[in-house]
T-cell receptor, first 110, second 117 residues
Framework: DGGITQSPKYLFRKEGQNVTLSCEQN?????MYWYRQDPGQGLRLIYY???????QKGDIAEGYSVSREKKESFPLTVTSAQKNPTAFYLC?????????FGQGTRLTVV | AQSVTQLGSHVSVSEGALVLLRCNYS??????LFWYVQYPNQGLQLLLK??????LVKGINGFEAEFKKSETSFHLTKPSAHMSDAAEYFC???????????????FGTGTQLKVEL
């Protein structure tokens, strides 16, 4: 079935470590997005990519990095510079006006 | 710039009662408007969307919403609540400009719907 796959579902990180969250889609969508979700704050845009080999910062890009080497893949790295990384991370892709979301990765700093 | 305001972070209704979740938006260009639903520890599922045309939009699971430009609102309603409707609901706006790659969404802070027996 077509869709967006995020892995892992749960991730634990020690302080000072970088971690990479995976996002793969087989919907043939050009645009992909990473959102961060915190209780009571809705979803906030971290990075987005409209096309392969191009991406732009969203509203809260500090402490995060991305790459878009393939149309199907848009991994997010949470670096040690992100001071409060514990959150639920959602990846999405879109065609025209409709966005499709993955099941999310819950990242916890231990 | 775009923004979304969802009035009421928590809404509680009785099973069988009307569901009304409020959403007001701000946009400098004609907006595209969306309602998404999220169950615990899951992604977001699209309930319905308004792009152009008819201002009353019907979605899945019996939900509908009406775009009112004069009130800058896009409230979500359902005539009769079911226990399975208990979830978090997000209103979102994007710029009403179609590109091949779509466009980014700005979300409200969400409304948690509780359905009681």
């Amino acid at each position: 079935d077509g869709g967006i796959t995020q892995s892992p579902k749960y991730l634990f990180r020690k302080e000072g470590q970088n971690v990479t969250l995976s996002c793969e889609q087989n919907l043939n969508h050009d645009a992909m997005y990473w959102y961060r979700q915190d209780p009571g704050q809705g979803l906030r845009l971290i990075y987005y990519s409209q096309i392969v080999n191009d991406f732009q910062k969203g509203d809260i890009a500090e402490g995060y990095s991305v790459s878009r080497e393939k149309k199907e893949s848009f991994p997010l790295t949470v670096t040690s510079a992100q001071k409060n990384p514990t959150a639920f991370y959602l990846c999405a892709s879109s065609i025209r006006a409709e966005a499709f979301f993955g099941q999310g990765t819950r990242l916890t700093v231990v | 710039a775009q923004s979304v305001t969802q009035l009421g972070s928590h809404v509680s209704v009785s099973e069988g009662a009307l569901v009304l979740l409020r959403c007001n938006y701000s946009s400098s260009v004609p907006p595209y408007l969306f309602w998404y639903v999220q169950y615990p520890n899951q992604g977001l599922q699209l309930l319905l969307k308004y792009t152009t045309g008819a201002t009353l939009v019907k979605g899945i699971n019996g939900f509908e919403a009406e775009f009112k430009k004069s009130e800058t609102s896009f409230h979500l309603t359902k005539p009769s609540a079911h226990m399975s409707d208990a979830a978090e609901y997000f209103c979102a706006v994007s710029r009403g400009v179609l590109t091949g790659g779509g466009n980014k969404l700005t979300f409200g802070t969400g409304t948690q719907l509780k359905v009681e027996l």
